[in-house]
């Protein structure tokens, strides 16, 4: 059989597989198609269709492999990246699939879903730079892409961008309530490169759309008392105890305020119940010891 006859034949079985598909019978089709590359290993569109039903059969080496031939014999189809950077993401190995969304995007791509999960890669990756870039372009398409705004808020943050953080982080809670997690997400970054008056912002804005969050509440109310707002944290702390009251470390927290307060009296009270919970605690030991020893003074 002539080269000719060998295209003409995977053409055939191409559409063949094509049929079988629009039946269910997947299957059938990943077997026609092989022989359809077989008998024509430049048949790219045969390549990129048998790579995707792999994929969704779950066979990933030989779909990654398939696609991969696809997109050396197609480079300008965009589809054939697209699904080559899902599966990608799928793994895990996200700075393969960032290499493939990256030569989607360069061929026009814009459908929103693979954008998303581009600029998802990207933010495994913490390249906030390419996040940024990849979520303005969902936006220009979409702005109701809440999770864009999330990605795009966080991203901000860590760029120590916070105004624009919160206009982002804001826009992502008008359009879906649970995206108070990214308010924690920046609230915890803050908090954990000790810009505690920044991290009070996320975590009231947090609070604000869900109260019940112990361990937000938590961290807010020890925010105020690092910044010297100890009145402000009483009632936080107060409330914590109610929320959590198996957590030592709630009371012992509520006692230094109050003793903050003048009210050694009931800091003792916590110190012994944060003890009672936990008996090793030995910050809670010490600060009653503190607090007796100024009672004493009294």
């Not at 063949?16 to 019978?25: C, H, I, K, P, T």
Request: glycine letters at 4%; charged letters at 30%.
């Amino acid at each position: 059989m002539d080269r000719r006859e060998n295209e003409s034949e995977a053409y055939s079985l191409l559409k063949r597989a094509q049929r079988l598909v629009d039946f269910g019978e997947i299957h059938a089709a990943i077997d026609t198609l092989r022989q359809a590359v077989t008998a024509d290993p430049e048949l790219g569109n045969a390549w990129y269709l048998l790579g995707s039903l792999l994929y969704e059969t779950g066979k990933i080496e030989e779909a990654r492999s398939s696609l991969e031939t696809a997109a050396r014999l197609n480079p300008r189809r965009a589809e054939i990246w697209s699904t080559l950077g899902r599966l990608e993401f799928s793994e895990e190995r996200y700075r393969d699939a960032v290499r493939a969304f990256s030569e989607y995007v360069k061929l026009g791509g814009s459908e929103i879903d693979t954008l998303l999960t581009f600029a998802k890669a990207a933010f495994r990756l913490t390249d906030c730079d390419r996040v940024l870039s990849v979520t303005s372009k969902i936006i220009d398409v979409d702005e109701d892409q809440y999770e864009a705004w999330e990605l795009r808020g966080i991203c901000q943050a860590r760029l120590k961008r916070y105004n624009a953080a919160v206009m982002s982080l804001n826009m992502a809670l008008e359009l879906n309530k649970d995206s108070v997690y990214a308010f924690n997400t920046v609230g915890d970054l803050c908090y954990e490169e000790e810009n505690y008056e920044r991290a009070l912002e996320f975590y009231r804005s947090s609070l604000a759309a869900e109260w019940e969050q112990p361990r937000v509440l938590f961290r807010l109310a020890t925010c105020l008392w690092i910044v010297g707002r100890w009145q402000a944290a009483i009632p936080l702390f107060e409330q914590y105890v109610e929320m959590a009251p198996e957590d030592p470390r709630g009371w012992n927290n509520l006692g230094v305020v109050l003793r903050e307060k003048g009210e050694v009296k009931r800091a003792m009270e916590c110190y012994r119940e944060a003890l009672r919970l936990d008996p090793e605690f030995q910050i809670a030991e010490m600060n009653l010891r503190t607090a007796k020893n100024k009672q004493v003074a009294l």
